[in-house]
C-alpha cells in the first residue's frame, strides 16, 4: 500500500528542475503516513513522479516505485492491489511479454502497453495510479470502479497539472485555499463533501470508474470506463444463495493475499463477521480488532468479543473515553482532507491503530449494506405504498397537512416522506439540514445549489429502478464512495495499516447486480439473500441480530462530557463569513435541555469548524503523534 504524487509541467526548461525537485519531494513529505518504508522519484524534463511506500509485499529492489517498463519507455506510480494480475501476467508472457518482477504494478504496464486506454477496464482491485509515455508524451491514469482509492489534481493551466492520493499533499500549492460555496452547501446535507467537488474551489477528485488522458498542450480529458448498474434477474433462492457464497469466498481469498499478517475489524455485526468467518477458512488464526465506548449501550466491544470466540478467534479490543475521542479529533479531521462529520469514522481511527500494533493488513466489510440492501431505510418503500395510488390532489393535502403538524408529533414524519417523492427525500443515510435550514445558518447560501444538485445525475439514471434498488444504486454513488470507503481509507492510512473490503469487489458486485429486491428485502428482514449465503458459515445468533451500526454516544456527550468542548469550538470559531454561529449555538442549547436530539447537526457544524481551524486559520501537519505548525 502507498501513496504517490506527481507533478506535470510539459515545459522542457531543466534550469526549473531543481525547483521541480523540492516541489515534488515536498508533496511527498506530505503524505509519508501512506508509505513510511520506502520513498522513490522519478524526474523528466516534462513530469516529475514521487512515491511512498508500505511493505505488504517482499519485493526486491527492482519493484521499487516509480517503475518502469518495456525499457523505460512507460513509467508508473500506483496506489492500491491488484487482485488479477497474475491471470493477466499469464495471459501477457503467452504474447511475449517479459517482466523483471513479481509486481502487480509491472503487470498494469504490461496491460497498458497491449490495451491502451481499456487498462482500467482489465484490472480487478483497488487503484489509483498514473502512467507516462515517455516516447508519445502522454499521461494516462485511472481510479478504480468503486473509489476505494482516491486521487486528487489541481491545474494551475493547460501546462502545469498536480495529482496526489490526498488532498493535502497539493493545498500548499494553491495561492490561496477559497473553500467552495457548493461543496460546503453540499456537505452540510450530505455530512461529507460528494465527488468531484473538495472543500477547495480549485482542487478535485478523480471520480469514481474514471480513466483521463493528457497529451502535451492539451487539457485533461476524462472518460467513464465503468459504472454500477442494478440488472435483477428472476432466480430461484438457493441458487442466489450458492453465487453469493461462492464469490464471496473466491474474493476473500484473493484479499488475504500478503507477505505479512492479515487481520480484520470485527464489530458486532453481520457484515465483518462474514469476513471474518470466511477469512478463518484460509487462515484459522486470524486476529480481530474492535473499539467501543464506556457508555452502556454504546460499545460493540462485548458482542464483538462474543463473536470472535463463537468462531474461534483473537479479539483485541479498546474502549474510548470521550476526552480520548476529542484530543484525537483534531488529528482525525486533518487526515481526512475535508470534513467528514460521520461519528463513526472516528472510532474507526482507533480501530486502524489498534489493529496497527499487529498487523499491516485488515480486512473490513464495507459494502455490503450497499450491494445487498442492509440499511433499515431500504424497508422504507414497503412501509410507504400505501401512498402509490393516491390521486395527485390527496398527495398534496396531505403533504401541506405534514408540513403544519408541529415537530415532534407522531405520524408528521411518515406524512411528510410518503408525500414526498424519493429523489427529494432521500440523500443517503445522512440528511442532516435541510435546504431550508441550510438557508436560515448559511451565510453564503445559494438557491442554486440545493442538494437535488448533487444527485439528479443519478436519479434519471436509476429511472426504471425499482425504489430499492435505487436507493442501493444511489448510496453506491455517493455514500459509499463519498463517506465509508474515504474514511476507510483515511483512518487506516493514518495509521500506516492497508484496509481491504472483499465485499467491495467487481465480481463480488457482478452477483449482488443480479438480485432481485425480492431476495434483498424478504420475511421482515434486511440482507435476506446474504444470510442465506453464510448460513452454516456464520453462527446463526450473529447471523439475525439486527443492524447496530457503529454507534457513537455523540447525542449524549454534547449535553454532558463535551458540551463546553462543543460550545467553545462554536463561540472560537472564525467562520462567521460561513455560519451563523448564534443559530449553532441556541440548537447546542435546545439539544443539552432535551427538546430534540440535534447531535448529528451540531456535530456537522462543528466537524467543518474544526477543520476550518486546521486547513484555513491556523494550517498545521500531524505526523505520529506530532503537530508541526
Same mark, same amino acid.
Not at 524534463?45 to 527492482?62: A, H, P, V
Not at 446535507?189 to 460528494?194: E, G, H, M, N, R
Not at 478535485?204 to 483521463?212: D, I, K, N, S
Given at each position: 500500500?502507498?501513496?504517490?504524487?506527481?507533478?506535470?509541467?510539459?515545459?522542457? @526548461?531543466?534550469?526549473?528542475?531543481?525547483?521541480?525537485?523540492?516541489?515534488?519531494?515536498?508533496?511527498?513529505?506530505?503524505?509519508?503516513?501512506?508509505?513510511?518504508?520506502?520513498?522513490?522519484? $522519478?524526474?523528466?524534463?516534462?513530469?516529475?513522479?514521487?512515491?511512498?511506500?508500505?511493505?505488504?509485499?517482499?519485493?526486491?529492489?527492482?519493484? &521499487? /516505485?516509480?517503475?518502469?517498463?518495456? @525499457?523505460?519507455?512507460?513509467?508508473?506510480?500506483?496506489?492500491?492491489?491488484?487482485?488479477?494480475?497474475?491471470?493477466?501476467? /499469464?495471459?501477457?508472457?503467452?504474447?511475449?511479454?517479459?517482466?523483471?518482477?513479481?509486481?502487480?504494478?509491472?503487470?498494469?504496464?504490461?496491460?497498458?502497453?497491449?490495451?491502451?486506454?481499456?487498462?482500467? %477496464?482489465?484490472?480487478?482491485?483497488?487503484?489509483?495510479?498514473?502512467?507516462?509515455?515517455?516516447?508519445?508524451?502522454?499521461?494516462? &491514469?485511472?481510479?478504480?470502479?468503486?473509489?476505494?482509492?482516491?486521487?486528487?489534481?489541481?491545474?494551475?493551466?493547460?501546462?502545469?497539472?498536480?495529482?496526489?492520493?490526498?488532498?493535502?499533499?497539493?493545498?500548499?500549492?494553491?495561492?490561496?485555499?477559497?473553500?467552495?460555496?457548493?461543496?460546503?452547501?453540499?456537505?452540510?446535507?450530505?455530512?461529507?463533501?460528494?465527488?468531484?467537488?473538495?472543500?477547495?474551489?480549485?482542487?478535485?477528485?478523480?471520480?469514481?470508474?474514471?480513466?483521463?488522458? !493528457?497529451?502535451?498542450?492539451?487539457?485533461?480529458?476524462?472518460?467513464?470506463?465503468?459504472?454500477?448498474?442494478?440488472?435483477?434477474?428472476?432466480?430461484?433462492?438457493?441458487?442466489?444463495?450458492?453465487?453469493?457464497?461462492?464469490?464471496?469466498?473466491?474474493?476473500?481469498?484473493?484479499?488475504?493475499?500478503?507477505?505479512?499478517?492479515?487481520?480484520?475489524?470485527?464489530?458486532?455485526?453481520?457484515?465483518?463477521?462474514?469476513?471474518?468467518?470466511?477469512?478463518?477458512?484460509?487462515?484459522?488464526?486470524?486476529?480481530?480488532?474492535?473499539?467501543?465506548?464506556?457508555?452502556?449501550?454504546?460499545?460493540?466491544?462485548?458482542?464483538?468479543?462474543?463473536?470472535?470466540?463463537?468462531?474461534?478467534?483473537?479479539?483485541?479490543? !479498546?474502549?474510548?473515553?470521550?476526552?480520548?475521542?476529542?484530543?484525537?479529533?483534531?488529528?482525525?479531521?486533518?487526515?481526512?482532507?475535508?470534513?467528514?462529520?460521520?461519528?463513526?469514522?472516528?472510532?474507526?481511527?482507533?480501530?486502524?491503530?489498534?489493529?496497527?500494533?499487529?498487523?499491516?493488513?485488515?480486512?473490513?466489510?464495507?459494502?455490503?449494506?450497499?450491494?445487498?440492501? &442492509?440499511?433499515?431505510?431500504?424497508?422504507?418503500? %414497503?412501509?410507504?405504498?400505501?401512498?402509490?395510488?393516491?390521486?395527485?390532489?390527496?398527495?398534496?393535502?396531505? $403533504?401541506?397537512?405534514?408540513?403544519?403538524?408541529?415537530?415532534?408529533?407522531?405520524?408528521?414524519?411518515?406524512?411528510?416522506? &410518503?408525500?414526498?417523492?424519493?429523489? /427529494?427525500?432521500?440523500?443517503?443515510?445522512?440528511?442532516?439540514?435541510?435546504?431550508?435550514?441550510?438557508?436560515?445558518?448559511?451565510?453564503?447560501?445559494?438557491?442554486?445549489?440545493?442538494?437535488?444538485?448533487?444527485?439528479?445525475?443519478?436519479?434519471?439514471?436509476?429511472? @426504471?429502478?425499482?425504489?430499492?434498488?435505487?436507493?442501493?444504486?444511489?448510496?453506491?454513488?455517493?455514500?459509499?464512495?463519498?463517506?465509508?470507503?474515504?474514511?476507510?481509507?483515511?483512518?487506516?492510512?493514518?495509521?500506516?495499516?492497508?484496509?481491504?473490503?472483499?465485499?467491495?469487489?467487481?465480481?463480488?458486485?457482478?452477483?449482488?447486480?443480479?438480485?432481485?429486491?425480492?431476495?434483498?428485502?424478504?420475511?421482515?428482514?434486511?440482507?435476506?439473500?446474504?444470510?442465506?449465503?453464510?448460513?452454516?458459515?456464520?453462527?446463526?445468533?450473529?447471523?439475525?441480530?439486527?443492524?447496530?451500526?457503529?454507534?457513537?454516544?455523540?447525542?449524549?456527550?454534547?449535553?454532558?462530557?463535551?458540551?463546553?468542548?462543543?460550545?467553545?469550538?462554536?463561540?472560537?470559531?472564525?467562520?462567521?463569513?460561513?455560519?451563523?454561529?448564534?443559530?449553532?449555538?441556541?440548537?447546542?442549547?435546545?439539544?443539552?435541555?432535551?427538546?430534540?436530539?440535534?447531535?448529528?447537526?451540531?456535530?456537522?457544524?462543528?466537524?467543518?469548524?474544526?477543520?476550518?481551524?486546521?486547513?484555513?486559520?491556523?494550517?498545521?501537519?500531524?505526523?505520529?503523534?506530532?503537530?508541526?505548525?
Amino acid at each position: 500500500m502507498c501513496g504517490f504524487t506527481c507533478y506535470l509541467h510539459e515545459e522542457q @526548461n531543466e534550469s526549473k528542475n531543481e525547483e521541480r525537485q523540492a516541489i515534488i519531494k515536498d508533496m511527498n513529505s506530505r503524505i509519508e503516513h501512506r508509505g513510511p518504508d520506502q520513498e522513490g522519484y $522519478h524526474m523528466e524534463n516534462e513530469i516529475s513522479m514521487g512515491f511512498r511506500r508500505l511493505s505488504i509485499i517482499d519485493l526486491s529492489e527492482k519493484g &521499487g /516505485q516509480p517503475l518502469s517498463f518495456d @525499457n523505460a519507455r512507460y513509467w508508473i506510480t500506483f496506489n492500491g492491489e491488484i487482485y488479477n494480475y497474475k491471470e493477466l501476467k /499469464q495471459e501477457l508472457i503467452k504474447d511475449g511479454y517479459t517482466f523483471a518482477t513479481e509486481t502487480d504494478t509491472e503487470v498494469i504496464l504490461g496491460v497498458y502497453k497491449k490495451y491502451g486506454t481499456d487498462t482500467a %477496464n482489465k484490472l480487478r482491485g483497488m487503484f489509483a495510479f498514473i502512467i507516462w509515455d515517455t516516447k508519445e508524451k502522454k499521461l494516462y &491514469g485511472a481510479r478504480d470502479h468503486f473509489g476505494i482509492k482516491p486521487l486528487y489534481y489541481m491545474s494551475k493551466d493547460v501546462h502545469n497539472i498536480f495529482f496526489a492520493s490526498e488532498k493535502k499533499a497539493l493545498v500548499p500549492l494553491l495561492a490561496k485555499n477559497d473553500i467552495s460555496d457548493k461543496a460546503l452547501c453540499h456537505y452540510m446535507t450530505f455530512q461529507y463533501v460528494p465527488e468531484p467537488l473538495t472543500m477547495s474551489e480549485e482542487i478535485h477528485r478523480v471520480e469514481v470508474g474514471t480513466y483521463f488522458t !493528457k497529451e502535451m498542450g492539451k487539457p485533461l480529458e476524462f472518460h467513464k470506463y465503468w459504472g454500477t448498474t442494478f440488472e435483477p434477474v428472476a432466480q430461484e433462492e438457493d441458487v442466489a444463495a450458492k453465487k453469493i457464497r461462492d464469490v464471496l469466498f473466491e474474493s476473500v481469498e484473493k484479499h488475504m493475499f500478503a507477505d505479512v499478517t492479515v487481520g480484520s475489524f470485527l464489530s458486532g455485526g453481520i457484515d465483518s463477521s462474514i469476513i471474518v468467518a470466511i477469512a478463518r477458512e484460509f487462515n484459522k488464526n486470524i486476529e480481530t480488532f474492535s473499539v467501543g465506548f464506556e457508555r452502556e449501550g454504546y460499545s460493540e466491544v462485548d458482542l464483538a468479543k462474543d463473536t470472535a470466540d463463537k468462531l474461534g478467534v483473537k479479539n483485541f479490543s !479498546k474502549i474510548i473515553t470521550a476526552k480520548e475521542f476529542v484530543e484525537v479529533f483534531p488529528k482525525f479531521v486533518w487526515f481526512m482532507d475535508d470534513p467528514l462529520a460521520d461519528p463513526a469514522a472516528v472510532p474507526q481511527f482507533f480501530c486502524a491503530e489498534l489493529a496497527r500494533t499487529r498487523c499491516k493488513v485488515a480486512l473490513s466489510g464495507e459494502g455490503a449494506d450497499e450491494f445487498f440492501a &442492509g440499511y433499515t431505510i431500504y424497508n422504507e418503500p %414497503n412501509s410507504l405504498k400505501m401512498f402509490q395510488n393516491l390521486p395527485g390532489g390527496m398527495l398534496g393535502a396531505l $403533504h401541506a397537512l405534514s408540513k403544519i403538524i408541529p415537530k415532534g408529533v407522531r405520524g408528521k414524519s411518515f406524512l411528510e416522506r &410518503g408525500t414526498t417523492p424519493l429523489e /427529494q427525500r432521500y440523500v443517503g443515510n445522512a440528511n442532516i439540514f435541510t435546504e431550508a435550514q441550510k438557508k436560515e445558518f448559511m451565510k453564503r447560501y445559494s438557491e442554486g445549489m440545493p442538494f437535488v444538485e448533487a444527485t439528479r445525475e443519478y436519479y434519471e439514471m436509476a429511472k @426504471n429502478y425499482d425504489p430499492i434498488d435505487t436507493m442501493q444504486f444511489v448510496d453506491t454513488r455517493t455514500w459509499l464512495v463519498g463517506d465509508l470507503l474515504l474514511n476507510a481509507d483515511r483512518t487506516t492510512m493514518a495509521a500506516s495499516l492497508e484496509l481491504r473490503t472483499p465485499f467491495v469487489d467487481k465480481e463480488v458486485f457482478n452477483v449482488a447486480k443480479t438480485i432481485p429486491s425480492s431476495l434483498k428485502i424478504a420475511n421482515g428482514t434486511t440482507k435476506y439473500i446474504l444470510r442465506k449465503a453464510v448460513e452454516g458459515i456464520v453462527p446463526d445468533e450473529v447471523l439475525h441480530r439486527k443492524k447496530l451500526g457503529f454507534p457513537v454516544p455523540i447525542r449524549f456527550w454534547l449535553r454532558e462530557e463535551l458540551y463546553d468542548w462543543a460550545k467553545g469550538i462554536i463561540c472560537e470559531s472564525q467562520t462567521e463569513e460561513y455560519i451563523d454561529k448564534k443559530y449553532v449555538l441556541n440548537l447546542l442549547e435546545e439539544h443539552k435541555r432535551g427538546s430534540f436530539d440535534y447531535s448529528r447537526q451540531i456535530w456537522t457544524v462543528l466537524t467543518f469548524m474544526v477543520w476550518y481551524d486546521v486547513y484555513i486559520t491556523k494550517p498545521r501537519t500531524f505526523v505520529g503523534s506530532y503537530t508541526r505548525g
